[in-house]
């Protein structure tokens, strides 16, 4: 069934009424989607995906992989055929009917709410770990006061930490190769092939190597900010599966070259038990002077993460109150014809995310969030299925099922955690 969307009677549900201005280019598109993805996940994930994965931890890391860009490729067709924010929200009512629209906007905004409270919780530890909590509720007041001032500020900023990263990531990896190479630094005992197939035999086993790539996914799920912003993005057909394909490629390139250093720097063992893996290998390769500096610009990279998970959030809250699936009086924008701007939705998110901080736990609130998100995904794969072209239809269905098994394997390690 499709239901067209109520606020727009263009072909492809693209809305008729007064909305966001379209002012995103492609560089900007795709700076979003690396800010989401390049912030706290690269610098924390891998500690937890390697203590469920194991010796699978290389196999976890092609499967979220696998997932992430199975889910690009669906959210990257929807969002050329249906620009307009809300993602998988805008997508599920559009191509299913409501009740499918309202599951995914809902996942959504459980999962990137629980995603915020623990990427600023991160800042607060990597800080100030005396007083975390404080420095995660103050970093997320901050962001939603720059995320209600206008997304092309929060664009700029995200596009100077973007770099900052990069270079940061970037030296980690080519100075570990070179000290490796050298010697001045012994390899840690990689596990051989051997030893990985073993590994899916015995416990953990396969339950481990889904839950590894469940967590691992937690860093990769950003380029859904990129479409919930479709309704900002100039010549979107073109421009949002551009974004979404540039900003996952480049990831993926770099998440497989640090997951290579972390494990050969630090192995599996002492990967496992860490908390900040990436600083930690820093500090093993060039002392505690440098490792400092990670910890600077890990709680840089959080901080754009988290500004580009609200800046998605406020959107898709934006979507379904102007749909009336929520108070509608959060769908109105400010600052008039020329900047619009949904600050009531930002305030509202910004506020839930501060309640989320109250009860956070940050591991849990990890494996919550991609369950959640995974959920939000499957919708997605589902609205895919309904488009136009049967060869195109591998890639959802893989997907779909990647979304179901690796999110129930998360929801039993929850269950028993």
């Not at 990769?220 to 979107?236: H, K, N, Q, W």
């Not at 109105?332 to 014809?337: E, H, V, W």
């Not at 794969?381 to 690796?406: E, I, M, Q």
Request: net charge positive; glycine share 12%; aromatic share 4%.
């Amino acid at each position: 069934m499709s239901t067209p969307l109520p606020h727009g009677d263009e072909p492809g549900g693209l809305p008729t009424s007064p909305g966001l201005v379209r002012r995103l280019g492609l560089l900007d598109a795709t700076t979003v989607g690396l800010g989401a993805m390049l912030g706290a996940g690269v610098f924390v994930a891998f500690g937890p995906a390697a203590a469920a994965a194991g010796a699978t931890l290389p196999l976890a890391l092609v499967l979220a992989g696998l997932v992430a860009w199975a889910n690009a490729d669906s959210s990257a067709r929807l969002a050329a055929v249906l620009p307009t924010s809300g993602g998988a929200y805008a997508y599920g009512r559009a191509r299913l009917g409501t009740p499918w629209g309202v599951l995914a906007g809902a996942a959504f905004l459980l999962g990137k709410t629980l995603s915020t409270g623990a990427i600023t919780w991160t800042v607060g530890t990597y800080l100030w770990p005396d007083a975390a909590r404080s420095v995660a509720v103050a970093a997320v007041l901050l962001l939603t006061g720059l995320a209600a001032a206008g997304l092309q500020r929060g664009v700029v900023a995200t596009r100077a930490v973007v770099v900052v990263v990069l270079v940061t990531l970037l030296a980690t990896v080519v100075g570990a190769a070179a000290a490796l190479l050298r010697g001045s630094v012994p390899a840690a005992d990689l596990p051989a092939a051997a030893d990985v197939a073993a590994a899916l035999t015995t416990a953990p086993g396969v339950p481990g190597l889904l839950q590894g790539a469940g967590v691992l996914f937690f860093a990769f799920a950003g380029y859904a900010r990129v479409a919930t912003l479709g309704e900002e993005v100039r010549d979107p057909r073109r421009t949002l599966p551009r974004a979404i394909a540039a900003a996952l490629a480049t990831v993926l390139v770099v998440y497989a070259a640090v997951g290579a250093t972390l494990m050969a720097v630090l192995g599996p063992e002492r990967l496992a038990a860490s908390q900040r893996p990436v600083a930690d290998a820093v500090e093993q390769l060039a002392g505690p002077g440098w490792a400092g500096g990670v910890v600077v610009v890990a709680a840089l990279a959080a901080l754009a993460s988290a500004l580009g998970v609200l800046l998605g959030l406020s959107r898709t809250t934006l979507a379904m109150a102007r749909d009336g699936v929520l108070p509608r009086a959060w769908a109105r924008l400010t600052g008039g014809a020329a900047d619009p701007r949904p600050v009531r939705a930002q305030l509202v998110v910004g506020g839930a995310v501060v309640v989320g901080l109250l009860v956070l736990d940050l591991p849990r609130a990890i494996a919550a969030s991609s369950v959640a998100v995974l959920v939000y995904y499957a919708v997605a794969h589902a609205a895919a299925l309904t488009l136009p072209g049967r060869a195109r239809r591998v890639v959802p269905v893989l997907g779909l099922a990647g979304c179901v098994v690796v999110a129930a394997a998360l929801a039993v390690g929850l269950a028993g955690g």
